[in-house]
């Protein structure tokens, strides 16, 4: 081979080397996640306007108690089995578990987000735990709802899991 | 002096069909990068105009649920957050879907979309607040938010009997907006 050759064989090579990096570095920017504003805007909003729409939600039948009186009633009288009996024979501690359960998932898990809701008390011991991660990564969590009962302050708090 | 005059001719068309072969690689490697920059332009203006749909739409839902005339009206609303009253809701929509006025009114404020309200807690069916679609739209953006819905009674902090007489659901609010 002729040394010009050589050396267009070289330019031929530098120029699909360059073209390469130009291409890899268009496929990153192409491929960059879509729309993030919607993401950013539920990661800061959503776990709270969730959590403060669930706590005053009237039960379907439990006395017309709310969500909240429910778990108030859970806490104060677990131990000493005084608890509501709702309409279907269920304590106010399994029946606010299922009732949140259908809320969580028919909101939050038609959004295709993990969650996490728990009730704990001062010491920050969880007494409740509902829902379908258990929330270890990354999440972002709502403003702490405060519940006041007989056996303290407790605190309620939804998370929503990233990953 | 003729081969010489020929020579000259020769070595000049060639200059000439490789100044030529310059210009035609030249112009084809500037096509080939405007093919590039038209397609990442047209990528990045798409995603662009997602983003910006996306943000409508939350400004969108945001301006609804604070709507005076679907908005549940109580001391503590604050308190309580994105709250929907029903009876409020149920007379808007009758209202905008039936009055011309209104409509027109109306299609100032909440413009080419959809209100609907879904139901999570009961389990019921949604309605339709307002519905208004874009002639020929190319894409809907839409947004959820979750509302308590007041079906009856006076809300105060809370819905349950020891509070007030109010029933309250969970819903979502979904806002669609035609771009």
Redesign the interface.
């Known amino acids: 081979m002729k040394k010009s050759q050589m050396e267009i064989m070289g330019l031929v090579m530098i120029v699909i080397l360059l073209s390469l990096v130009i291409l890899v570095v268009?496929q990153f920017?192409?491929r960059?996640p879509?729309?993030?504003?919607?993401e950013e805007?539920y990661h800061s909003q959503?776990a709270?306007?969730?959590l403060?729409?669930?706590?005053?939600?009237?039960s379907?039948s439990c006395?017309?108690?709310?969500m909240?009186?429910l778990f108030k009633d859970c806490v104060e009288n677990y131990d000493n089995n005084n608890l509501i009996i709702c309409e279907d024979g269920k304590n106010s501690c399994s029946y606010v578990e299922g009732?949140v359960k259908?809320?969580l998932e028919?909101?939050l898990g038609?959004?295709n987000k993990k969650h996490n809701l728990t009730v704990a008390n001062s010491r920050g011991a969880g007494i409740v735990s509902i829902g379908n991660s258990a929330c270890i990564g990354r999440r972002e969590s709502s403003n702490p709802q405060p519940l006041s009962t007989d056996k303290g302050l407790m605190q309620i708090v939804l998370y929503i899991c990233e990953d | 002096m003729k081969n010489s005059n020929n020579l000259i001719k020769r070595k000049s068309q060639i200059k000439m069909f490789e100044t030529v072969a310059i210009l035609v690689v030249f112009f084809f490697i500037i096509a080939i990068g405007f093919a590039f920059y038209a397609s990442i332009s047209k990528t990045l203006i798409s995603r662009e105009a997602a983003e910006q749909a996306d943000l409508r739409s939350i400004q969108f839902s945001e301006k609804i649920t604070f709507l005076p005339e679907i908005k549940c009206t109580s001391s503590v609303s604050k308190e309580i957050g994105s709250c929907i009253d029903l009876l409020k809701a149920d007379k808007f929509g009758y209202l905008v879907n039936t009055d011309n006025l209104a409509k027109e009114y109306y299609y100032d404020i909440l413009g080419y979309s959809d209100i609907k309200i879904i139901y999570v807690y009961p389990e019921k069916e949604s309605i339709l607040v307002y519905s208004k679609p874009k002639p020929n739209y190319r894409s809907i953006s839409t947004f959820q938010v979750p509302v308590v819905l007041l079906e009856e009674g006076n809300l105060r902090s809370r819905c349950g009997p020891e509070f007030s007489n109010a029933k309250c659901s969970f819903a979502l609010l979904q806002v669609g907006v035609y771009s």
């Open positions: 268009l920017i192409i960059q879509a729309s993030t504003v919607k805007y959503l709270t306007n969730t403060n729409a669930l706590l005053r939600t009237t379907e006395k017309g108690y709310d909240t009186g009732a259908t809320i028919g909101s038609a959004l």
